[in-house]
């Protein structure tokens, strides 16, 4: 992060903080450095940029809820008591 910040600031001609200042300045200003959690599958968060029918989305949807029914289901079989 530091030397991007270096590297922009040398192309435009400045003289970059250092790199003690440049960490204070990212703290004092609560800057996000790291990109979040992934928590959405590529169609729903395509879906949420609008660039997807909701229709196709409804079905991915209904598709997820299948699969999660599914694993439920395949849990509470494999914990059933064995019997012999
Ligand atoms: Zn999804």
């Not at 440049?22 to 949420?48: G, R």
């Not at 940029?49 to 989305?57: H, K, Q, T, W």
């Amino acid at each position: 992060m530091y030397s991007v910040y270096c590297n922009y600031e040398t192309e435009k001609g400045n003289a970059p903080v250092s790199r003690m200042t440049f960490l204070k300045i990212v703290e004092k200003e609560n800057f996000a450095i790291h990109s979040p959690c992934k928590d959405q599958c590529d169609l729903c968060f395509t879906f949420k940029s609008r660039n997807i029918e909701a229709s196709v989305y409804d079905l991915h949807v209904a598709m997820k809820n299948e699969a999660k029914e599914a694993k439920k289901a395949a849990k509470t079989y494999a914990a059933r008591p064995l019997l012999y």
